[in-house]
């Protein structure tokens, strides 16, 4: 009794088999590997947004605590962020890096930058250069010239005679 052998072709892989194989399986590692830095990415912009956003709520509450008008004992401008003691103080006011109020930079910030922008707000039919005492303040955080965060927030000299008069509404007296 003899055996029939089966043919050579079917008994192992031909070289082109292994061949798409392997490269099939490469493309599918690489997609894995080009998908994983892309998340890591993802979460890098995610944490700077989250960063960006802290450092200018921070500074926005900072320049909206003072009053709108300096006080009368104010008689030069101040020259420092230290020094600021009014709301309009802070108009065009930019750092970089980003520091704290008494101008120690922050550690971890290195290329990051915050503006801020005071306008005042008029109503559409108001005369030209009407002063409504309305202030938009807006502080943009940026990181090596790319805008991450802005935050706003109106500010009024209604809300400085109200303290002054003791209302706490508006929160504490000075």
Known sequence: MTRSRPPRAARAFHMVEVLISTVLVGGLALATIAGAGGLVRARAVA??????????????????????????????????????DDLLDFNAYSESPVADRDATPLPGFAGWSRRVDITRVTPALAPTGADTGIFLVTVTVSRDGVPLARAQSLRTRAADQAVAEGHQAFGATR
Do not use: I, K, M, N
């Open 47 to 84: 944490a700077d947004g989250a960063r960006a956003l802290t450092l200018a709520h921070d500074l926005l509450a900072e320049v909206t605590s003072l009053p709108v008008d300096p006080p009368p004992s104010a008689q030069t401008p101040p020259t420092g962020r230290d020094a600021f």
